[in-house]
């Protein structure tokens, strides 16, 4: 069974950091492509940032670029979302989602596996 698994998640002053793990089981996920959403309450799901699951063409949404970064470790089949200079405004329900064959797009309709999600919280 194919799955995607979030953690790392929790609350932290704003300007502080996280990292997010999304660890994948069930594949092999190197050719896949990689997205970062979240979902604030009240919000619609927005686009975080994406990559193929081997890296090399990242794209990150305007609000986070310079702040977030994607990295992988390809032995743990697990890909991060390093994020710094954490905002309030960034407190949400972040989610992995993975697809085959439609690259690193920023809808989130073009993935169809999805993780469970795991909560950020950033306190002003």
């Known amino acids: 069974q194919v799955q995607l698994v979030e953690s790392g998640g929790g609350l932290v002053q704003a300007g502080g950091s996280l990292r997010l793990s999304c660890a994948a089981s069930?594949?092999?996920?190197?050719?896949?492509?990689v997205g970062w959403f979240r979902q604030a309450p009240g919000k619609e799901r927005e686009f975080v940032a994406a990559d193929r699951w081997s890296g090399g063409i990242t794209v990150y949404a305007d609000s986070v670029k310079g702040r977030f970064t994607m990295s992988r470790d390809n032995a743990k089949n697990t890909v991060y979302l390093q994020m710094n200079s954490l905002e309030p405004e960034d407190t949400a329900l972040y989610y992995c989602?993975?697809?085959?064959?439609?690259?690193?797009?920023?809808?989130?309709?073009?993935?169809?596996?999805w993780g469970q999600g795991t909560q950020v919280t950033v306190s002003s």
């Open positions: 989602a993975a697809n085959a064959f439609v690259g690193p797009s920023q809808r989130s309709t073009a993935y169809n596996i």
């Open positions: 069930g594949r092999t996920f190197s050719a896949y492509y």
